[in-house]
């Protein structure tokens, strides 16, 4: 199972909601691949919105109880990633555990709309 790290946490709830989506059809890319993701974003964004914190600083243990059972960690460069809190603790347990980053252009799943599409990503 990969780890799907995204940028989610922002001050506007569009901008929240646009993270979430993108995270959303990056994760369903890669599984149309065979590929096992959990995406932290995709999990948290629903419950979240029944009255929790959307902060790295909320989310942190949970996620990185998640990130522990993962193979690999794929970091989605959505724009914002690398000023991320989250997404930077993520890349540095990842590496401090011999984890594999890999970084995913998001442009290169925006190219593979269809279930067909999603195919010939792999």
């Given amino acids: ?36 993701v959990f995406s932290p974003v995709a999990h948290s964004h629903p419950i979240a919105q029944h009255g929790l914190p959307t902060s790295w600083e909320f989310w942190r243990a949970v996620d990185l109880e998640y990130l522990r059972q993962c193979e690999a960690l794929v970091v989605l460069r959505l724009p914002g990633w690398e000023r991320s809190v989250g997404v930077r603790a993520e890349i540095a347990l990842a590496r401090q555990w011999g984890m594999p980053v890999i970084e995913l252009d998001p442009a290169a799943l925006d190219r593979r709309q269809t279930p067909e599409a999603g195919r010939e990503f792999c």
Wanted: charged residues 15%; contains cysteine; hydrophobic residues 40%.
């Fill in 1 to 36: 199972m990969i780890y799907l790290a995204s940028p989610y946490s922002h001050p506007d709830a569009t901008v929240r909601e646009v993270r979430f989506q993108q995270a959303c059809r990056a994760a369903a890319t890669l599984m149309r691949c065979g590929i096992h």
